[in-house]
């Protein structure tokens, strides 16, 4: 009785099993629908990269009758051998499965066949003892629910074949660019190959492991007559054209992040970027050829961000030099990387100086300084370790000086720099301002690139932050639009007036008042305004600028953090910005236009080294903007005439400089003359009565410029410029003791050549032979 009622029970268990593999499966577990992926392009609609559908990677469903039968042999040889005639577990396969874990004491090999892959790609169960037997149930419920043609195709559109690929119709165009129809014997046991270990068999980092595992497959398919021998033999000798990852990943990092904005559910299957992609492969090469010529300084990577100043689009984001390098790090975002800016957040000091009531024009001390801080005097230096005396607030900001910036900042203090930042976008600021000091103004905080360049752009947007944005517009699965905005919810905001704006952008686009430090490296045919930034230990190396259309931002460096050797702002990131820009503007009718001062700004001729209306004794003017109701009131009182007693005894008049007491030390040491014992001042003595009818005003007396290695040196000249009798010809320029060049009125481009020269201008005027006084200048 016993025996009987065992026999009936397992017929009974044995009827409800076969029962239930009747059991169909939800027809929307095996939905078509949900293989289907983002597409994300550039603004042309180019593109990017196919990403995120819901099994986090990319596929586009093909129907079987479009898939190569080659593929579909491949898979079939390599996966399932006997897949046409088992009812959704093969007992073979299992049992042989089984052996090999128990010779090997774990769960090595599961012995599953197509139809439980795919159950497994559907349901993605963990790698178990108990949910193989659920997925065994599983597929002989689909093998009743759906022919082996459909089952096939299930398995060849939901495979996964490495690169965040699924379905064959991704892979072929990934690594073949061309549909899975058309893929030769060689193309598809290549891609068969893959699923059993799409990690491992990755044909970017393992192609000889690939390679073998094609090998196999194909020795498989000679062996169960999928291929002839003649097919064989042609297939195994077939050379492989694998595209390579940056055919398929273009700007990565810009993409990354743009995807990175979507919210889960929200179901956006097409996202058009912002990115320019013509433009971004332009700057991609800029970026390698530079980085080819500063590998002996040991920099390895770079970093550029091009941002449309009127919308805030991001047009152009190089991450890093090389994506898929992994030597240094190119996977390693360097736009949202925290690195110290050094001298680039200057601007915002000398903005809020001219809030205060400073102008360009004005003078402030470059002289050994400190300054009580709470953690101890601050002494701040210079680049060059020297200092300059009275430099006027335009040149000090074009040359980079460090000492001007911090004696303005004192001014006004730390916490109100540390708020105009904030407002201007660079979020990294969270520490107090107390915790930066006076060195927040020479870059002392870690910012990001992309924010700093956003940032720099509200000044070329008349004084508005505008957020950056990567997304143009976006489309769901069933073609309704997302608003972009939901995407980048950030609201515009006043960092400056426009007349602030203004000044500093002047200033920064001045290359007459940027070449006492940097000569003429950025010299460009268009109005561009530029800022350099290094770290003392040169780790980090950045040059952000902008025209009146685009901001762009570049960053030098090894992401590893390793110093560079000896590269400036001009040697490193310099070189890459300069490139960048001639990229963007790559064609005269393309130039921008230049910076238009507002109203409410009014220009005023004042002395050029006391920055105060020009006295009677002053040789040397400018002309520079001022705030209406700010220009100054005061006369220099630095410039004055003194007759004075020769040795033989006679006398001459000479103009001295007569600098206020806190100079006194710095004149010493540069031995700047003094009115010798028994000189008289002289008074109120006309301007017009020492008024020269021919000089050299451009460059000025005792100028000092500076040779870039990097640069081209047919780009490293000097304008030399003055003015003559109307009635003068035969015009020269006397360079030196010997060499004469022609004077023309715009004046005439001298290239630089190291030492000390002098310059002499030299007219007719009627019979009569008149010539300037000399100019000399220092090139080192």
């Known amino acids: 009785m016993m025996a009987r009622h065992i026999l009936e029970t397992s017929a009974l ?272 090469l800029v970026v390698r050829n530079q980085l080819q010529q500063l590998a002996r300084k040991n920099v390895s990577n770079a970093t550029v961000v091009v941002i449309e100043n009127s919308t805030g689009a991001v047009r152009a984001l190089v991450g890093s030099a090389n994506y898929f390098d992994r030597e240094h790090q190119g996977q390693v975002n360097g736009a949202l990387a925290l690195r110290q800016p050094g001298s680039a957040l200057k601007p915002f000091t000398y903005g809020i100086a001219f809030e205060a009531g400073n102008a360009p024009a004005d003078v402030v001390a470059d002289i050994p300084t400190q300054i009580p801080d709470v953690n101890g005097d601050y002494v701040p230096e210079n680049y060059d370790k020297k200092f300059h005396g009275p430099v006027r607030i335009r040149t000090a900001l074009a040359c980079s000086y460090n000492v001007p910036a911090v004696r303005l900042l004192r001014n006004f203090g730390v916490s109100r720099l540390y708020e105009r930042l904030r407002v201007a976008g660079l979020t990294s600021l969270t520490e107090p301002p107390g915790h930066y000091g006076y060195g927040l103004t020479l870059g002392n905080a870690d910012v990001r690139l992309l924010e700093l360049t956003t940032a720099y752009s509200s000044l070329a947007n008349r004084g508005t932050w505008k957020p950056w944005r990567l997304v143009e517009s976006a489309r769901t699965v069933n073609g309704s639009s997302v608003d972009a905005r939901v995407f980048f919810p950030d609201m515009e905001r006043s960092v400056f007036n426009e007349k602030i704006a203004f000044l500093v952008s002047d200033v920064l686009s001045d290359p007459v008042a940027r070449r006492p430090a940097f000569g003429n490296a950025f010299r460009f045919p268009f109005q561009c305004a530029v800022k350099t930034g290094t770290t003392k230990d040169y780790r980090d190396n950045w040059t952000i600028g902008y025209t009146s259309e685009f901001s762009v931002g570049v960053w030098a460096g090894n992401f590893d953090g390793k110093a560079m050797r000896g590269v400036s702002g001009i040697s490193g990131a310099g070189g890459i910005f300069f490139d960048v820009m001639m990229s963007i503007y790559d064609r005269p009718f393309k130039y921008p236009a230049p910076f238009v001062a507002p109203h409410g700004l009014e220009k005023s001729q004042v002395c050029a080294v006391s920055g105060l209306l020009r006295g009677s004794s002053c040789n040397k003017t400018t002309s520079d903007w001022y705030v209406k109701g700010r220009a100054p009131t005061r006369t220099c009182g630095i410039h004055q005439l003194f007759k004075v007693q020769s040795l033989d005894g006679d006398s001459y008049e000479r103009t001295f400089e007569i600098l206020p007491p806190e100079y006194q030390s710095w004149a010493l040491e540069q031995r700047i003359p003094s009115p010798p014992p028994g000189s008289v001042r002289i008074m109120n003595t006309p301007p017009a009565a020492r008024r020269r009818d021919i000089a050299i005003l451009s460059p000025g007396n005792g100028e000092i410029f500076k040779i870039d290695p990097i640069l081209r040196k047919e780009y490293q000249t000097i304008k030399i410029s003055g003015v003559v009798p109307k009635a003068s010809h035969q015009v020269k320029v006397h360079i030196d003791n010997g060499q004469s060049i022609p004077y023309e009125p715009q004046g005439v481009w001298w290239e630089l050549q190291k030492g000390l020269h002098r310059f002499r201008l030299e007219a007719v005027v009627g019979e009569r032979r008149i010539f300037s006084e000399a100019v000399t200048v220092q090139v080192e």
């Open 13 to 284: 268990a044995l009827v409800a099993f076969v029962c239930s593999t009747w059991i169909p499966h939800p027809r929307t577990d095996f939905g078509k629908e949900s293989v289907h992926s983002l597409q994300v392009t550039d603004r042309n609609g180019i593109l990017l990269r196919e990403f995120l559908n819901d099994q986090q990677g990319r596929g586009q469903w093909r129907p079987l009758s479009s898939i190569s039968p080659f593929l579909q042999q491949a898979t079939i040889a390599v996966e399932d051998k006997r897949f046409w005639y088992h009812p959704g577990v093969d007992p073979l396969a299992v049992l042989r499965a089984l052996g090999q874990n128990i010779k090997t004491g774990s769960l090595k090999s599961g012995g599953s066949g197509i139809t439980q892959q795919v159950i497994r790609n559907v349901y993605h169960h963990p790698r178990t003892l108990s949910h193989k037997i659920l997925e065994a149930w599983y597929a002989f419920r689909l093998e009743w629910m759906m022919s082996k043609d459909e089952i096939l195709e299930q398995y060849l559109n939901r495979a996964p074949y490495g690169n965040q690929l699924f379905g064959v119709e991704a892979a072929s165009r990934h690594y073949f660019q061309k549909p899975a129809s058309n893929l030769s014997l060689a193309e598809a046991a290549f891609l068969a190959a893959l699923p059993n270990a799409p990690s491992l068999l990755n044909p970017y980092e393992n192609l000889a492991g690939v390679l073998e595992r094609q090998k196999h497959v194909l020795q498989k398919m000679l062996e169960l007559g999928l291929a002839s021998q003649d097919e064989y033999e042609r297939a195994r000798v077939q050379p492989l054209r694998i595209v390579p990852p940056s055919v398929n990943f273009r700007a990565p990092h810009a993409v990354e992040m743009a995807v990175a904005r979507l919210q889960p559910g929200e179901g956006v299957s097409a996202l058009r970027t912002t990115i320019d992609y013509p433009l971004q492969q332009k700057l991609q």
